[in-house]
């Protein structure tokens, strides 16, 4: 009698919580309050031009946007290969809008990819998952792309591009340190040296 009530809850949790393995983006502009600060108008229509660019090019890449707040943005899509192409267009189609604007009223993404198991609550995503992601992205130069070692293992074959590898960084409310790759071709800015992994 024990066993068959503690399978009986067990298939109520499975069938509360739906999982899935997904590939997680998550993208916001570099310095986006400076950029308010100096110009509120020409923020908000750059950042909307910007916007545009990156939600068609996550639909062509058959992503999914889960969520947007201020100038982040948080997409899923069923391929890592195609979340990192998806990216790398971006910042090249991104690079080419900036290059059109004075050097300060350019806006500049940073973005952040990780592979990982998340909880399904409607058409939200939630879990360690999606909050790599968003970690990795707050590590990324601006303009540039920085993937987990989970990314890393899906696309580092299928991919015409360089990685850097900046070991396992430690991100806030993560228990492990997350291995952590910079995709070197995927920005035109200089490339400092790796960071040493945070502490928090």
Known sequence: HINLTRKGALAMVDEAVQRRLTTILAADVAGYSRLVARDEEAALRTLKSHRDILMDLIARHRGRVF???GDSVIAEFGSAVEAVRCAMTAQERLAEE???LPPDHQMHLRIGINVGDVMVDGDDLLGDAVNIAARLESLAEP???TISGSTFDQVRNRLSVGFQ????QKVKNIPEPVRTFRLVEA???PRPAPRPARRT
């Open 67 to 69: 969520g947007t707040a």
């Open 98 to 100: 900036n290059a059109k």
């Open 143 to 145: 303009g540039g792309i």
């Open 165 to 168: 590898d900046l070991g396992p």
């Open 187 to 189: 920005t035109a800015h």
